[in-house]
């Protein structure tokens, strides 16, 4: 499988990055930064970094939307911390970012490939996917599908109290995408909520007799203390590798295919995904929606995943 990751590390998005990188099914074909947990050029060095540490700078990093189509940007560091990837200590990037700009990088790849060869995985505000969609429209029947985290349907919001971190970031860019016609699987806070960073869970990457397997243990163990107090639970939500395991497994996890749209106009609820479950209205069922999964299968993937480097 051929794929672009468009991703705003952020520590959950470093694990996808690096499960991408190890496993023999996936080929990563480039990595497109966006602003979102912190800005589009800490995200960039915070992926940089990943690559080094997975051994592969050679994979293509490019850089894109400094900020949203239309909103001001918003941060997560409340959550990753000021460089979005507090926790443990990396040695600065080798590289600078691949010259182009990443909305250039995801059409010239697409449109370079047979149509429907590409999968995007988009675990960040959809803002170059929505931009890259304006610019060759071709690319709605080129990409063969999009794998994103974002969204969330009785979970409702983590960043408001009413929507996902990555849609309340670029509500327009996600209804762009949305209604593209796109084949396009969510991974919502419903599921990701379910995969608790538990303390055994994280003892397991840290046992992991390798470089990356205690690098991922500190980077969850700090990305945590925000969301398990939060929460009140063992462990925080693992969100963006979940795009990642599905494509590895997709046998693990369960989900329908529902119409998702978004609130684009309230202040009160933007960002929020309208996720028509019970299928009371005739919209278009624009999105493979998953809830469910084989949680403990998922962490076994992951550690014997990680220990492959
Ligand atoms: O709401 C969770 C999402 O926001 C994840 O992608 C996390 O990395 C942050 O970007
Ligand atoms: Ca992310």
């Not at 672009?4 to 520590?11: A, E, F, V």
């Not at 293509?60 to 560091?77: E, F, I, S, Y």
């Not at 990701?192 to 397991?204: N, V, Y």
């Not at 996890?253 to 028509?276: A, F, I, K, N, P």
Request: glycine share 6%.
């Amino acid at each position: 499988m051929k794929i672009i990751i468009d991703t705003d590390p952020g520590q959950d998005d470093a694990l996808t990055i690096l499960l991408s990188v190890i496993s023999e099914e996936i080929d990563l074909l480039g990595v497109t930064t966006v602003s979102g947990n912190v800005s589009v050029a800490q995200a960039t060095e915070n992926a940089l970094q990943t690559l080094d540490l997975a051994g592969r700078p050679d994979i293509p990093v490019h850089a894109g939307a400094d900020r949203p189509l239309l909103r001001a940007p918003v941060n997560a560091m409340h959550v990753h911390g000021r460089t979005g990837f507090e926790g443990a200590d990396l040695p600065p990037a080798s590289r600078r970012a691949t010259p182009g700009h990443a909305v250039d990088f995801i059409i010239d790849t697409v449109m370079q490939h047979p149509p429907q060869d590409i999968t995007v995985c988009a675990i960040g505000p959809m803002t170059n996917l929505a931009l890259a969609l304006a610019r060759e429209p071709e690319l709605r029947t080129r990409i063969g599908r999009i794998v994103s985290m974002s969204g969330a349907f009785s979970e409702v919001g983590n960043i408001t109290p009413s929507a996902e971190f990555n849609i309340y970031v670029d509500p327009h860019a996600a209804e762009i995408v949305l209604a593209s016609g796109i084949p396009l699987v969510m991974m919502p806070l419903d599921l990701t909520h379910k995969l608790h960073t538990s303390a055994e869970r994280l003892a397991r990457f840290r046992a992991i007799p390798n470089r990356v397997g205690p690098v991922v243990a500190d980077w969850l163990t700090f990305e945590k203390r925000f969301e398990a107090t939060k929460y009140g639970t063992d462990g925080g939500p693992l969100h963006d590798p979940n795009t990642v395991l599905w494509l590895l497994r997709p046998d693990l996890y369960q989900g329908r295919d529902v119409s998702v749209r978004v609130e684009t106009g309230s202040e009160l609820t933007m960002g929020m995904t309208v996720v028509d479950w019970w299928q009371i209205t005739d919209h278009p069922r624009n999105v493979h929606f998953i809830r469910e999964a084989d949680v403990p299968a998922l962490y076994d993937v992951i550690t014997e995943r990680l220990a492959r480097f």
